[in-house]
């Protein structure tokens, strides 16, 4: 086989891999449905480096993305058919990344490290992590045959903290900014780990990702 040959297949081999559910010769993560969430994860960590160098409509416009991710990567999945327990897992760990992480340590950021706000801020991402394990284990419920969330996912939990950021940017308060946003993440903690039921295609998800273009006009528009 010459080497133009040997590249070609193994190019044929990775768009496999790429675009269906199981590579020739057994299963393979390398998939776009997963790809999409490690972008997402890296919009999570993007956004914590923007902060710390003082580009905060940056930092809102890389956690709008990976919010876009979130939703992308599962239309993705159940397009191609590449849903998987590696997906889900990596979905998780994505979640906790850019909705609870990042979220805590812009709060600190924000904050140049003041206990309080810290503190509740580390009391949010924690409990955003006892809630990814626990939907983790048991899941969606079903309510009317409509797939449910038990708790406040935590993406919602991140998208309403990037909505409220943006809005508070314009607000004559800018010395009291981190302490409203550590505030709001500590009030979002029993939220996630309560039992308040949420539809996954109900108004208050959708109208998420409608206030997305807003808040994005918002991040970037003169203080």
């Not at 626990?134 to 993406?155: I, W």
Request: with cysteine; hydrophobic share 55%.
């Amino acid at each position: 086989m010459t080497a133009r040959a040997g590249w070609q297949a193994w190019l044929n081999h990775l768009l496999y891999a790429f675009a269906m559910d199981q590579e020739p010769s057994g299963p393979s993560n390398f998939r776009a449905a997963n790809l999409i969430t490690t972008a997402g994860a890296a919009c999570g960590l993007a956004a914590i480096v923007f902060v710390a160098r003082g580009s905060e409509a940056l930092a809102l416009s890389a956690l709008m993305l990976a919010v876009l991710c979130d939703k992308l990567d599962g239309l993705v999945a159940r397009k191609l058919k590449q849903s998987s327990d590696f997906g889900r897992e990596l979905d998780s760990l994505a979640d906790a990344v850019s909705f609870l992480v990042a979220p805590a340590v812009i709060v600190v950021l924000l904050s140049d490290g003041q206990a309080l706000p810290c503190l509740m801020a580390g009391i949010f991402a924690l409990a955003g992590l006892w809630r990814l394990a626990q939907f983790n284990l048991s899941g969606m419920v079903q309510e009317a045959e409509e797939p449910t969330f038990s708790g406040l996912p935590t993406t919602i939990a991140g998208a309403w903290f990037i909505l409220l950021w943006a809005g508070l940017r314009h607000a004559p308060l800018t010395e009291g900014i981190p302490w409203v946003l550590a505030v709001f993440l500590l009030a979002m903690a029993p939220l996630m780990l309560s039992s308040l039921r949420i539809r996954k295609n109900g108004l208050l998800v959708k109208s998420l990702y409608v206030l997305l273009l807003p808040t994005l006009v918002a991040a970037w528009w003169p203080i």
